[in-house]
Nanobody, 111 residues
Framework: QVQLVESGGGLVQPGGSLRLSCAAS????????TAWYRQAPGKERELVAK???????YYPDAMKGRFTVSKNNLKNTVDLRMNDLKPEDTATYYC?????WGQGTQVTVSS
């Protein structure tokens, strides 16, 4: 069973940046598309970014501009760079490949 493990979350001040990383126990990121989702308390899970196995990216309109998804083939990770973070970005961020989900990493944006 392939496992996904997210890391890089934490507490950051508004306007700050974070880089999340999703690691897989097998090299699946070149086989399947990978997505980052987030879920805030009391809200539905929402798509943040997606990257295809070939590296094409997609961002919902609400996520364009501050989020950048990328693949690191050497490290076998898919990373999410988040800039100019706002309190409304506070959520648990999840990595997803097909039916696989990581356990999530908490991002809290607060002064």
């Amino acid at each position: 069973q392939v496992q996904l493990v997210e890391s890089g979350g934490g507490l950051v001040q508004p306007g700050g940046s974070l880089r999340l990383s999703c690691a897989a126990s097998r090299p699946i990121f070149n086989i399947y598309s990978t997505a980052w989702y987030r879920q805030a308390p009391g809200k539905e899970r929402e798509l943040v970014a997606k990257i295809s196995r070939l590296g094409s990216t997609y961002y919902p309109d609400a996520m364009k501009g501050r989020f950048t998804v990328s693949k690191n083939n050497l490290k076998n990770t898919v990373d999410l760079r988040m800039n100019d973070l706002k309190p409304e970005d506070t959520a648990t961020y999840y990595c997803n490949v097909e039916t696989l989900w990581g356990q999530g990493t908490q991002v809290t944006v607060s002064s």
